[in-house]
T-cell receptor, first 113, second 113 residues
Framework: GDSVTQMEGPVTLSEEAFLTINCTYT??????LFWYVQYPGEGLQLLLK?????DKGSNKGFEATYRKETTSFHLEKGSVQVSDSAVYFC????????????FGTGTSLTVIP | KAGVTQTPRYLIKTRGQQVTLSCSPI?????VSWYQQTPGQGLQFLFE???????NKGNFPGRFSGRQFSNSRSEMNVSTLELGDSALYLC????????????FGSGTRLTVV
């Protein structure tokens, strides 16, 4: 079945370091891919998305490229800030309707000054 | 504009009782999804409603049910509560559920004792 495998955490980085959080997926059709972020005590917020192969989603300095050949959607940011400390979830929607998501287990990121 | 509102924020119930959680989506959003979030299982899809019809259902027992009203507000009900039902229950809404991503509420933290 459809699933998402996400890099285990927690991840601790110094401010201005480069961030990569790995995400790979398994899907039978043509899924849409998402990254969500959850700050402490809050719900999930959509960070970025890509709906077809080779699409690049970007927001707030974060980027992820939909790679069909490697079934990956890795999240990257060139220079993290303390305010980026949160839990990051990779998610897959099995088809273009997007009404059901499969989530990864989440990766906790802590950025220290 | 107002976000997705979930009530109550916190709830403590006794094993065997039943509980009803409420979700008010963003104005104009007709698709509402529910997720259960636990440390062990992560985020798991419960069900999705669109225009008062359940379009999709996750792999949960029949004790978990939901409904959507004509104003798109949604409720989920859990009967005969078990200790393992303790979790953060997240509601998410989308205009049509067509891959534009969902906006999540802050969740209802249910503790079963």
């Amino acid at each position: 079945g459809d699933s998402v495998t996400q890099m285990e955490g927690p991840v601790t980085l110094s401010e201005e370091a480069f961030l990569t959080i790995n995400c790979t997926y398994t899907a039978t059709g043509y899924p849409s891919l998402f990254w969500y972020v959850q700050y402490p005590g809050e719900g999930l917020q959509l960070l970025l998305k890509a709906t077809k192969a080779d699409d690049k989603g970007s927001n707030k300095g974060f980027e992820a490229t939909y790679r069909k050949e490697t079934t990956s959607f890795h999240l990257e940011k060139g220079s993290v800030q303390v305010s980026d400390s949160a839990v990051y979830f990779c998610a897959l929607s099995p088809d273009r309707t997007g009404n059901q998501f499969y989530f990864g287990t989440g990766t906790s990121l802590t950025v220290i000054p | 504009k107002a976000g997705v509102t979930q009530t109550p924020r916190y709830l403590i119930k006794t094993r065997g009782q039943q509980v009803t959680l409420s979700c008010s989506p963003i104005s104009g959003h007709r698709s509402v999804s529910w997720y259960q979030q636990t440390p062990g299982q992560g985020l798991q899809f419960l069900f999705e409603y669109f225009s008062e019809t359940q379009r999709n259902k996750g792999n949960f027992p029949g004790r978990f049910s939901g409904r959507q009203f004509s104003n798109s507000r949604s409720e989920m009900n859990v009967s005969t509560l078990e200790l393992g039902d303790s979790a953060l229950y997240l509601c998410a809404s989308s205009r049509t559920g067509t891959g534009d991503g969902y906006t999540f509420g802050s969740g209802t933290r249910l503790t079963v004792v």
